[in-house]
């Protein structure tokens, strides 16, 4: 534990001032401070060998005990009472989003890591998809780190226009609810879209987005069998009973996330530790972030280009397009 304890601290430091400037600019939000300033730190100062095992057991661990602990903020019966009516929505428009990300890819070639970290980022909800399937797919830290920097770009933008357009076409407050719950990524952003329209546009988007969130159970699952087969099939070690077995991908911290979801749900949680459970959730996301940045070369980066932003841009506006049309005919 020792040999952990400085690099995990140094990651809780940078995180409290990750967490303290995201709640000065929400819209940007902590995790996306924290992981600029590990990025900043990371690339442009040297920490002691002595962190480096604390940082990585951060990058990796916490983050899937934040995940964890998020569940215990979530309640099926939310989902149950309000969300359904939004489901069959969330089902085609995720669909639509992830096969339109299959076939971006095969144009802009920018690998099967990076354009399934913001497939999941766009069509669920932000850095924490992003953060729940990237161990399932064995992405790097840069790879998790550059997707969540593009979400992140698009988060703003919608932020910001969402009203603006709700208002230029005239959408009830209900619809604009279920379009801002369903169309934008990260929760942060879907607050002060929906909010800044109206308050029951912005209540309604909260549930819609809870019960989007919910679909990191399934998809992460999808991923890790997908991540298996093509372990299999690429033949990437030679003692393929040992390592391209499915329990090697397997998410098993989404079961965390799925059994601390079910206990608030049947209210073994009250109030206060469900408020407890999303803010420390989202804390530990933020040094999680500290981590990955710390962990991340800023030149593999640079490497990848415009393509991921590109298609972060096409994705993005293919989920608010085509979620705008289904809420208008159904």
């Known amino acids: 534990m020792k040999n952990i304890f400085f690099g995990i601290f140094i990651c809780v ?15 940007v939000g902590g995790p996306v401070f924290g992981i600029i300033i590990g990025i900043i730190i990371g ?59 299959i076939l971006i890819n095969k144009k802009l070639k920018i690998g099967f890591n990076l354009s399934s970290l ?28 550059y997707s969540i920097s593009v979400i992140f770009l698009f988060n703003v933008i919608a932020a910001l ?21 369903t169309a934008v990524n990260d929760t942060s952003s879907v607050v002060a879209a929906a909010f800044s329209y109206n308050d029951i546009s912005g209540n309604y988007a909260v549930i819609v987005k809870l019960t989007r969130t919910l679909f990191i159970i399934p998809v992460a699952f999808i991923f890790a069998i997908i991540t298996s087969r093509r372990q ?36 073994v949680f009250n109030a206060d530790f469900t408020s407890f459970f999303a803010a420390a959730g989202k804390f530990m996301i933020t040094v999680a972030m500290v981590a990955i940045g710390l ?11 415009a393509k991921p932003i590109l298609m972060g841009f096409l994705l993005w506006t293919i989920l608010s397009i085509s979620s705008l049309i289904l809420i208008n005919i159904r």
């Open 43 to 101: 690339n442009f100062f040297k920490l002691p060998s002595s962190a480096n095992k604390g940082v990585k057991f951060t990058s990796k661990k916490i983050l899937q005990w934040a995940i964890i602990i998020l569940g215990g903020s979530l309640s099926f019966n939310e989902v149950f009472s309000t969300g359904l009516n939004s489901l069959g929505l969330m089902v085609i428009t995720l669909s639509i989003t992830f096969i339109s990300a």
């Open 118 to 145: 913001i497939a999941s980022g766009t069509a669920i909800c932000g850095g924490s998809a992003i953060a729940a399937v990237g161990p399932a797919i064995n992405a790097d830290d840069s790879e998790i780190a």
């Open 295 to 305: 962990n991340t070369n800023f030149q593999k980066i640079r490497e990848s280009g």
């Open 13 to 27: 430091i940078f995180g409290i001032i990750a967490k303290f400037l995201g709640s000065l600019v929400p819209i």
């Open 232 to 267: 299999k099939n690429q033949n990437i070690a030679e003692d393929t009973s040992k390592n391209n077995k499915l329990w090697k991908n397997f998410p098993f911290f989404i079961l965390g996330f799925l059994a601390m979801s079910i206990l608030n749900t049947i209210g």
């Open 161 to 181: 226009i969402f009203p603006f357009l709700g208002h230029f076409m005239q959408m009830n407050y209900y619809d604009f609810g279920l379009w801002a719950g």
